[in-house]
């Protein structure tokens, strides 16, 4: 039994190693940059860099990378190892403050949406020391930002992290307006549960869908389905608890407080849960749960699934972002007090991101958008694109009667008064087990449940940090000027109920009705993601960002279309995929199986039979060998149509409405000529083979 204690963060250059390590002067120096944002003395950097070096040296490193989150899906390192050339032929290890801080990177190659010229094609990575650093493999990562010369952010970090300088500055405003001055810093805490899917690699490997595009592009639905698997929260089996007992020690050594590990849903589809921490640190911690998953299984003979949706008809994979805002001294603001004062703060830290999310659901949607999650978003097991907010019932009835009390003037009187009655400690409400809402207050902290599995957490809390604070700001300027501060209070939270009740739906977000009700209600319903997208670069959006300085106008604008880009391009791939695959193996398969048939019919007009089932067959199977070989030769002068678009949006918008619903009509005929083979002949391992051989 390893000592977990002791593994736990044994790779990482956490505090406690810099407090061992570190000169008392330089450590206290290093932690002012930390905690108050100060620039980093060079002087400081070098003693840190020889430190960490030395540390790192230890634990048997030889190179060190600066690994940051560019625009593309995934993270970004380039190695580079410790050597330096001595005059007498031989090396020393050494690394430098400079090296620490700032690396140059050619951004070229990674997307940037035209905010980098070709001709200043170099952008910078600087050290984010409020992140720390930890060796994987033989390598030092440290972690940083990716910006351009120009100061433009090319990557996901930049802007969350001004976004939780936002969200800091304004909480504080509102703290201190209760009386509470001591508070020095207020957080973004979140915790990512992960969902994933695990297969055998024997399986993946004969299927081009999944290694081209993660996903199954064709599958005809299996006997057994998952309504009656019972896999959610089943017996774990061996071969994947290896792989979750190996995952837990890989990830405590990096200081990932991997905490909860279940069966999900579907078949073969599993959840890992972390601690909460400071989003940042949450955000790295999610890329590192994604690479590490996906390097042990690996190990395991397994592959890892990321997409949002591998398999058609069964559940998909989200992201669950828990986020909640906790003070320095560790009070969660998203919990009700024990006292009438801290529940009228609780109230309004409430009726901030109640307003927040409605005023701003079109943002938060698109925060969520991708060619990969339009295949889950508003399946029957995944939430709604529509955003609405669960508060449960209890609550629901609080600011009813909150609200009527002005309503009404005193004709009914209020169960509940702001600053006077003290509310109840909500627990989960069990009515929220079915998942329904996209964003749910769950007993003290929100639950954004829109954000598929492969997603970065950075772009859907960046939203989020930015529009709560955006919300307590205005709240911050008006609480300010108030000549009656209880009286404003109260005026603001019932001002807020009323204004924004229409975003609050504690029933069935899977049920038509709701769309109906969404629809009166004038809530954003954007299905699929290019109708998301633009919501980007909207006046009202623009106006949020550019104010809180989260991006340029500019850079909303290269975001966009680098969304746009990696949309078309997603699905694209998936198209040609397709193509590859009807035209190089399931047409072949099919006319063989064809052949088949007419040679037995053949063989027994010798004896005069009827053969009537084969002479079906064979009619059904001409039918749709026509069908898939026209499917595929529209899907290819639809492929060559869009190479003469060229803005982002038409491209995006021409994949949409016209090569996606080709695709989805070309899968149809597939799978039913699937289901109607002999297995022996299909050219790759069907939907049971893959979800049921554990
Ligand atoms: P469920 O599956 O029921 O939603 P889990 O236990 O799987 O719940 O996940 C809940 C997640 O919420 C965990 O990552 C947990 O650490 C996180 N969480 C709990 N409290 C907070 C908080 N105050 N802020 C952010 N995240 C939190
Ligand atoms: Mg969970």
């Not at 050494?94 to 050619?106: A, M, Y």
């Not at 190479?643 to 918008?653: H, P």
Request: aromatic residues 10%.
């Amino acid at each position: 039994m390893t000592d977990i204690p002791e593994l736990f963060g044994s790779l990482v250059f956490n505090d406690e190693v810099m407090k061992e390590r570190l000169d008392l002067n330089i450590y206290n120096s290093l932690h002012d940059t930390i905690e108050e944002g100060r620039p980093l003395d060079i002087t400081v950097a070098n003693s840190v860099a020889a430190a960490m070096k030395n540390w790192a040296i230890e634990k048997g490193a030889t190179h060190f990378t600066h690994w940051f989150q560019p625009m593309t899906g995934i993270t970004a390192e380039k190695h580079d190892s410790f050597i330096s050339p001595t005059k007498n032929g031989g090396v020393i290890m050494e690394f430098s403050g400079k090296e620490l801080i700032k690396g140059e990177s050619d951004a070229s190659s990674f997307p940037s949406g035209g905010l980098r010229a070709t001709f200043e094609a170099r952008g910078y990575t600087a050290w984010d020391p409020t992140s720390y650093a930890f060796i994987k493999g033989t390598s030092l990562y440290i972690p940083t930002v990716f910006c351009s010369w120009g100061g433009e952010a090319l990557d996901k970090k930049t802007p969350l992290l001004r976004s939780m300088e936002r969200l800091c500055t304004e909480s504080l405003r509102i703290l201190k307006l209760f009386g509470n001055t001591s508070v020095k810093r207020v957080i973004a805490t979140v915790g990512a549960e992960q969902e994933y899917f695990l297969i055998d690699r024997e399986m993946y490997d004969k299927r081009k869908d999944l290694i081209f595009t993660g996903r199954t592009l064709f599958g005809a639905k299996p006997p057994k389905g998952q309504s009656v698997e019972h896999h959610y929260y089943g017996a774990i089996k061996p071969r994947i608890a290896a792989f979750m007992n190996e995952l837990d020690k890989e990830l405590w050594k990096l200081g990932v407080l991997a905490k909860t590990k279940h069966n999900e849903a579907a078949p073969a589809q599993h959840e890992l849960a972390p601690i909460f921490t400071i989003v940042n640190t949450a955000t790295d911690h999610n890329q590192l749960i994604m690479e590490t998953m996906k390097t042990v299984a690996d190990r395991h003979g397994l592959v890892c699934l990321l997409h949002e949706k591998p398999f058609e008809g069964m559940n998909g994979s989200g992201k669950h972002i828990n986020w909640s805002l906790s003070t320095d001294k560790g009070e969660n603001l998203f919990a009700p007090g024990d006292s009438p004062e801290s529940n009228a703060q609780f109230l309004l830290f409430l009726c901030a991101v109640i307003s927040a999310v409605d005023e701003y659901q079109d943002v938060l949607r698109a925060s969520v958008a991708s060619a990969g999650n339009d295949n889950r978003l508003g399946s029957s097991e995944a939430p709604p694109a529509i955003v609405s907010i669960f508060l449960g019932d209890e609550l629901t009835d609080i600011l009813d009667a909150l609200e009527k009390k002005e309503t009404y003037g005193g004709k009914e009187k209020s169960e509940v008064e702001i600053g006077v009655d003290i509310l109840p400690h909500f627990t989960k409400d069990v009515s929220d087990r079915n998942r329904t809402s996209p964003f749910a207050f769950t007993g003290n902290k929100w639950e954004f449940r829109m954000p598929g599995s492969s997603l970065s957490i950075a772009g859907p809390s960046t939203v989020i940090n930015t529009i709560v604070a955006e919300e307590l700001s205005i709240i911050a300027s008006e609480l300010e000027k108030a000549e009656d501060f209880n009286y404003s209070l109260g005026h603001i939270i019932r001002r807020a109920i009323r204004r924004h009740r229409r975003i609050i739906f504690n029933g069935d977000g899977y049920s038509d009705e709701w769309k109906t009700e969404a629809k009166k209600r004038g809530l954003t319903d954007n299905a699929s993601a290019v109708d998301a997208l633009p919501a980007f670069v909207n006046d009202k959006n623009i106006a949020l960002f550019t104010k809180h300085r989260i991006y340029s106008e500019k850079e909303v604008h290269s975001r966009l279309d680098i969304l746009l880009g990696t949309y078309t391009d997603t699905v694209l791939i998936e198209a040609q995929t397709m193509l590859e695959m009807v035209r190089k193996d399931i047409y072949p398969s099919v006319t063989k199986y064809l052949k088949e048939l007419c040679e037995t019919v053949k063989l027994a007009e010798n004896y005069t039979a009827m053969l009537k089932s084969e002479k079906d067959m064979i009619s059904m199977y001409s039918c749709g060998a026509d069908s898939i070989y026209e499917g595929a030769c529209e899907l290819e002068t639809k492929i060559n149509t869009l190479k003469s678009i060229s803005d982002a949006y038409g491209r995006a918008e021409f994949t949409a409405n016209s090569i996606l619903p080709t695709m989805k009509k070309l899968r149809i005929v597939a799978d039913s000529l699937e289901a109607h083979c002999p297995k022996n002949l299909w050219p790759y391992p069907d939907y049971g083979d893959i979800l049921f051989n554990f």
